[in-house]
């Protein structure tokens, strides 16, 4: 049984987290760290082998820090923080990913693939009206993906924040005469919850760490 530990459990993504955890095969729902729960993380840290961290940008990173220290590994789905920051930090394993959904991480892998044939591309994020950075941080991976693959600069991100909206993304790619649109949605937040569960199992046997990205997890290539 892996013991798991939510940060953010109150949140939007926390709740559905802990509903998955609760019924996925071989994992134990162990802690609800919140501070809207009135639970410290560090006071649950001895109940969890992993944590999964979807909780605030400015937070991440220490909470991140108190669970290496603890021999805790992390799975981190907060977005719009310094990764970088825990390069070389020992104790246990870091993954993080800007977005679990399989959709979307295919999506990403297909317009890295054009952005190499095309000669232009600009992306479009659109997400609910309470994300509180921009642009995305999956619209940051995309244009980091593209501009690796294209040898040019990384694309324009356009960002847009409404009401109804979960997360939305579209990558438009344009040349002489064409183009071509490449469009994920996550209609809710189950779409989540496969990867995130995937990651709890595989973290404890990373080979690096920090790891960034849920294709690691997926394609061998
Ligand atoms: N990687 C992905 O696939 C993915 C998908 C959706 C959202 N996100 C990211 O997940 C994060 C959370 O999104 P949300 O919509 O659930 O936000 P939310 O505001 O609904 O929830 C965040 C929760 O974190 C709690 N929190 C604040 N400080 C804390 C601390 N020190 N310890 C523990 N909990 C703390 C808050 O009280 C709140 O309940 C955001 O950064 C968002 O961009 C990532």
Request: charge should be negative; aromatic fraction near 4%.
């Amino acid at each position: 049984m892996i013991r798991v530990g939510v940060a953010g459990a109150a949140g939007r993504m926390g709740v559905a987290v802990c509903s998955a955890v609760d019924g996925a095969e071989g994992m134990e729902l162990t802690a609800r760290a919140d501070p809207v729960l009135g639970v410290e993380l560090a006071s649950v840290l001895g109940d969890c082998d992993v944590v999964v961290d979807f909780t605030q940008p400015d937070v991440a990173l220490g909470n991140a820090l108190a669970c290496l220290a603890a021999g805790v590994h992390v799975v981190i789905g907060t977005t719009g923080f310094d990764v970088a920051a825990l390069e070389g930090v020992g104790g246990a394993n870091v993954f993080v990913a800007p977005n679990f959904a399989i959709g979307a991480v295919l999506m990403m892998r297909f317009a890295a693939q054009a952005a190499a044939h095309m000669a232009a591309a600009e992306i479009i994020e659109l997400h609910h009206d309470a994300k509180l950075d921009a642009p995305s941080g999956t619209a940051s991976r995309t244009a980091e993906l593209m501009a690796a693959a294209s040898g040019r600069g990384a694309p324009v991100i356009h960002s847009v924040r409404l009401p109804g909206l979960v997360a939305h993304q579209e990558v438009i790619l344009g040349d002489i005469g064409q183009t071509l649109t490449i469009r994920h949605d996550s209609m809710t937040r189950e779409s989540f919850m496969p990867g995130v569960l995937l990651a709890v199992r595989r973290v404890a046997a990373l080979e690096r760490s920090p790891l960034v990205g849920l294709e690691h997890l997926l394609f061998s290539d």
